[in-house]
């Protein structure tokens, strides 16, 4: 019995994440998802690169309560909307579709949509993006690829946040990157230190994905 | 349509957490729910807790993938059980109930289940447990709690892991606690770093909670 309604929740989300990706390529906005675990510095990383990076940015970022990362990026972007999920560990298409109706895409370059703060559920929702960003922390432990393997297959991209902490806590880098090489043989781990400021790696990735509509 | 489903999910999982609780009564065995972020900290917290906690301990332990906490809980403890749960972001009682054939119940005085690194998904499916212990980490930033409301409110104590890296991240211990007071008031907010050893106001809780069946 749970079966065929699972798989509908999936296919009629699938159908609004195909109408969002139709509506994304008619205003011509590059949409990333970018998945992490909540403390991982998904907001962080977002506000930085709101202030740096030279496009015209809108975020849709989902929590299961309070406006605080909202609130955050909103000092450092215009095109900014909140989804509380409640006890929803993910967004879905429906969701980022209701959200979008509050920005104007045709103003937009790019599109981050942050997820609610979960390696796991998040994962496999297809919300009409052109690309998946994975984000971890240092200070979360090297074993976070091998726990998330779903994820780390997912990923067109893989940040490695928090690296300036790395003379404080205990990660074997090379562990991490063999676990990241050994599930996904393509998507470049960046490494980052958005707490810093210390971005470059990402920023060089994502003015490669979105070059052409910024240049 | 969907509604009745995840209503019989919950209550089928609820009667098999009374059957858990059941067995736990008839073994004297105190049993502790786990529930925190990927990487802030629960393995390690219960690595020291089993080499230093005078009590007959035994560990459930649930991840997506690998057997690494296992193998590192194994190192300090025997009764160790690894569940993999695939996709699956939270345990159930079903799952903890097939653990708990594995382990001679008759042998301890405390049981932890160590749940999936998830601050959602686990919060709500009640395991059969005696108390549910929520987990944070200073590195996650000084807004988790306010975030997850719902583990905040069904916790009967919040550890806060890490303290040691508070002079090289920046965390409001002020506004985190206040958050945790306004959700819940009665709670101890129980500050720790683990990857130190420094758990005494861990162990003095837990000593309370579960002295009786040690002294």
């Given at each position: 019995m749970k079966v065929p309604i699972v798989e509908n929740v999936l296919k009629f989300n699938d159908e609004i994440a195909a109408m969002n990706r139709h509506r994304f390529a008619e205003t011509n906005v590059y949409v990333l998802d970018l998945i992490g675990a909540p403390g991982s510095g998904k907001t962080e990383l977002l506000v930085h690169t709101l202030r740096h990076f030279p496009a015209r940015i809108g975020v849709i970022v989902g929590d299961l309560a309070t406006t605080r990362d909202a609130e955050r990026l909103m000092q450092a972007g215009d095109a900014v909307v909140q989804i509380n999920t409640g006890k929803g560990c993910h967004?879905?298409?429906n969701?980022?579709?209701?959200?979008?109706?509050?920005?104007?895409?045709?103003?937009?370059?790019?599109l981050f949509i942050e997820n609610v703060g979960?390696?796991?559920?998040?994962?496999?929702?297809?919300?009409?993006?052109?690309?998946?960003?994975?984000?971890?922390a240092l200070?979360?432990?090297?074993?976070?690829?091998?726990?998330?393997?779903?994820?780390?297959?997912?990923?067109?991209a893989l940040i490695l946040n928090k690296m300036d902490l790395a003379p404080h806590v205990p990660f074997d880098l090379d562990l991490f990157t063999a676990d990241v090489r050994h599930l996904n043989a393509d998507a470049p781990l960046?490494?980052?230190?958005?707490?810093?400021?210390?971005?470059?790696?990402?920023?060089?990735?994502?003015?490669?994905?979105?070059?052409?509509?910024?240049e």
């Open positions: 967004l879905d298409a969701q980022v579709r209701r959200a979008m109706e509050q920005i104007d895409l045709d103003s937009l370059d790019v979960n390696l796991i559920c998040p994962v496999g929702f297809d919300l009409g993006q052109h690309a998946v960003v994975g984000m971890f200070t979360d432990g090297d074993d976070k690829a091998a726990k998330h393997p779903h994820l780390v297959r997912t990923a067109d960046l490494e980052v230190s958005a707490g810093k400021g210390a971005l470059d790696p990402w920023l060089d990735w994502l003015r490669q994905r979105v070059g052409r509509r910024v």
